[in-house]
């Protein structure tokens, strides 16, 4: 099982950006799904998060400006970014909880992607 996550790049403050993460392999069902950050010298951090069902869950400093959600027939989640700061910039990797055709239980991290917030 695979996550593949793209979107990122340099972006003015201000502005938005949408994030995309597409699970593939052997997959019987992708269950939770989330957006995590490592700033520089930073640990990394949760996002966003978001059970098969719809239920989210944010970082306090993200709240309001950014959406998590996804479709479930394309085992995909998204993460809309919107007034983004400086204090954005990160890569962002994305996160999920799947079962296999094996009937295992796996978590899967994607690459990476980096969001750049800058003038």
């Known amino acids: 099982v695979q996550l593949q996550a793209s979107g990122g790049g340099l972006v003015q403050p201000g502005n938005s950006l949408r994030l995309s993460c597409v699970a593939s392999g052997s997959i019987f069902i992708v269950n939770d799904m989330g957006w995590y950050r490592q700033a520089p010298g930073k640990q990394r951090e949760l996002v966003a998060a978001?059970?098969?069902?719809?239920?989210?869950n944010y970082a306090d400093t993200v709240k309001g400006r950014v959406t998590i959600s996804r479709d479930n027939a394309e085992n995909t989640v998204y993460l809309q970014m919107n007034s983004l700061k400086p204090d954005d910039t990160a890569v962002y990797y994305c996160n999920a909880k799947v079962i296999n055709k094996n009937i295992r239980s796996l978590e899967v991290w994607g690459q990476g992607t980096l969001v750049t917030v800058s003038s």
């Open positions: 978001i059970t098969r069902s719809g239920s989210t």
